[in-house]
């Protein structure tokens, strides 16, 4: 369908962008992709690649293509004095830091938040982007906020909000911390639920979510739902994609409402469409201009900044994006950064 062909040529289009680096300059910087055809880092990616080419910093993109063994192969290669790690598979951060550390490298983490023992075992290492509990807690708020002021289809009428639930990969540390925070907060607000179907066979990108759901839907009878929620935008988009494909007009006949997390261009469609209910906006092109300034030195003191400085970890407020006003920035979600 014609969504996906969106996300398809978005991602041919802006894959062009890994071959291009600057001539030699006083700063070099490796950037590693955990991988390129997850949109999510693509759009960061291109946003820091654009960054750099306009202060004069020279970029090596190294895509993994989602394979561990062969991050840390291409890291013992990293030669710029800043390294920008969006890692595979984070249990092997004592391996990547033992890299950085033989360099005396200073390490920059996206899409992974270290531990403060972590943190403190290395003083060049840093996290820039958002706080997961924050992004948790607002996406299930949303939800909250949706059963509210929304009739909901309680299909089997047993009076349980069920959730299909598309959570990333298996044994995954931060699918996991979303997941744990998403349930706490609901709990937390009497709202009585159950996680069906919970897929944690997907990676973080589209193609193995759209092929999950794909299968769902050949089933001769699946388990109903109230609401989808998926906790990246690729996972969300392959969902609403697959649907739409194998079961058109799912979504829209039983009014089910679908939220996930990340805020890409590429929902901007969904949400104007009412595919898509909400996005916690982790705003990429933030997480892409302060990695920059880290890299340089160059941070702004927060005062200045829409971002929580907490030792060497740069917080970015996350915000909603809603279908109801036609994907603009709705409203700031409350920071749980201590």
């Given amino acids: ?42 759009e960061t990616a291109n946003s820091f690649q ?20 062969l991050q840390l192969e291409q890291l013992k290669k990293a030669s710029g004095e ?28 996206l899409n992974y938040q270290p531990l403060q023992s972590e943190l403190g075992s290395y003083a060049n290492l840093w996290y820039v982007g958002s706080d997961y509990k924050q992004c948790a807690e607002a996406l299930a708020q949303r939800l909250i906020d949706y059963t ?34 998403f349930t706490s907060r609901l709990k937390a607000k009497g709202l009585e639920y159950q996680l069906i179907n919970q897929c944690d066979s997907c990676t973080w990108n589209y193609n193995s979510a759209y092929s999950y759901i794909s299968k769902l839907c050949k089933r001769p009878k699946f388990e109903t739902f109230d609401a989808i929620v998926c906790a990246n935008d690729d996972m969300a988009l392959a969902t609403i994609d697959a649907f739409e494909d194998h079961k058109p007009g799912f979504i829209g006949s039983f009014n089910l409402p679908v939220f996930s997390i990340d805020g890409l261009k590429q929902t901007y469609l969904y949400l104007r469409q009412g595919f898509l209910t909400a ?9 892409a201009r302060l990695t920059l300034e880290v890299c340089q030195d160059q941070l702004k003191e927060p005062g200045n900044e829409n971002y929580i400085k907490v030792d060497r970890q740069i917080f970015i407020p996350v915000k909603t ?18």
């Fill in 279 to 287: 996005t916690i906006d982790r705003r990429p092109s933030e997480i």
């Fill in 82 to 109: 800043v390294i920008v790690l969006d890692p595979v598979r984070p249990k092997d951060l004592q391996a990547q830091l033992s890299l950085a550390k033989q360099k005396q490298q200073k390490l920059i983490y």
């Fill in 1 to 42: 369908m014609m969504m996906s062909k969106l996300i398809s040529s978005a991602l041919t289009l802006s894959s062009l962008c890994l071959s291009t680096a600057l001539p030699a300059q006083a700063l070099t910087v490796d950037f590693y992709l955990h991988d390129y055809s997850h949109i999510f880092t693509m």
């Fill in 148 to 181: 509210e002021v929304n009739a909901w289809y309680d299909l089997d009428g047993d009076g349980v909000f069920k959730i299909l639930y598309l959570k990333g990969p298996k044994n995954d540390a931060v699918a996991n911390a979303l997941l744990s925070n």
């Fill in 321 to 338: 994006l809603m279908f109801n006003n036609t994907a603009s920035l709705d409203q700031e979600a409350a920071s749980t950064t201590k």
């Fill in 50 to 69: 654009k960054l750099a080419q306009d202060a004069k910093v020279t970029v090596h993109f190294h895509d993994a293509k989602n394979d561990s063994k």
